[in-house]
């Protein structure tokens, strides 16, 4: 095993900068993806309290 | 029915993605030898060459479920294709920019409008294109409809990705493994990409389902909403 040296024979930015962007695009996808369930689950507790006459009232007062 | 098992099926999926990336660095970075012509740079490929065989294959797969889901009016098929748009697109992204790091110290240049190149971007449009369009319209299964003539029109770009090497004088090396034939890359080499392909394989099929069953609960919630206020 030979254990890498960090400025990778001078193209450590290139390489480096590579597996960074690489990290931060999955990283994104991944809280993107969690920020949307949990917008979700959010959206779903609300929908739930709030009674389906309230609803039909806010449709009307839009849609009049 | 789907949604339960696709939500039990996700763990079995991220962890050994997780896993696979890790050894996959460890592979590519600890194991595999220098490049005797490119020295070190060379070692972008176990992100780059993945990403890329990503980037295309989940453009399939989209075009594949879109066309189902239009031709057989089934839901679920184009729900699958909307969810795989975001992961294709983000690998073809990271192919692309992976690529110019690997370009610069190797080619002299970040971007050339070279085939292989100028196709892979077309693709990244192509997907952009499809979300575009999709969150566009209102309807979720005019959405899905429009989607599809996009990404089955769209296909016929991923032949000419994987072979505009051959069938044009590239600055993009052509391919080192090919189905068909030996690979020409040392064994750790090819160790350490196989393994991270497995991982990025292993990663899509984790978040595509976690995102299908958002898009399953964001289309039940809406749909719902409507009954529920008479619309």
Known sequence: MNWPDLSMGGYGFYIWGSYLFSLIAIVWELVSLSQRRRALTQHKEQSDSVPASVLRGSANETTS | ?231
């Open chain 2, 1 to 231: 029915m789907f949604y339960p098992i696709a939500g039990k099926m996700i763990p079995w999926f991220a962890i050994p993605a997780t896993i696979l990336f890790a050894a996959g660095m460890f592979v590519g970075f600890f194991i595999a030898p220098a490049d005797y012509q490119q020295g070190e740079a060379y070692r972008i490929i176990f992100i780059h060459v993945p990403a890329a065989w990503m980037g295309m294959l989940l453009y399939v797969l989209m075009a594949f479920y879109a066309g189902i889901g239009w031709a057989f009016n089934a839901r679920l098929s184009s729900m699958m294709a909307s969810a795989l748009a975001i992961t294709g697109a983000m690998f073809t992204l990271i192919s692309l920019v992976t690529g110019a790091f690997w370009g610069k110290p190797t080619w002299g240049t970040w971007w050339v409008w070279d085939a292989r190149m100028t196709s892979t971007l077309i693709l990244m449009f192509l997907y952009i294109g499809f979300i575009s369009l999709q969150a566009s319209i209102d309807d979720p299964r005019r959405a899905d409809r429009a989607g599809a003539v996009l990404a089955l029109v769209g296909v016929i770009n991923i032949p000419i990705i994987y072979f505009s090497v051959q069938w044009w004088n590239t600055l993009h090396q052509g391919a080192t493994i090919r189905l068909l034939q030996k690979p020409t890359i040392r064994g750790s080499m090819l160790a350490a990409l196989l393994i991270m392909l497995a991982a990025c394989w292993l990663y899509s099929v984790a978040v595509v389902l976690t995102r299908l069953r958002c898009i399953i609960l964001e289309r039940e919630q809406n749909a719902s909403r409507f009954a529920e206020v008479g619309v």
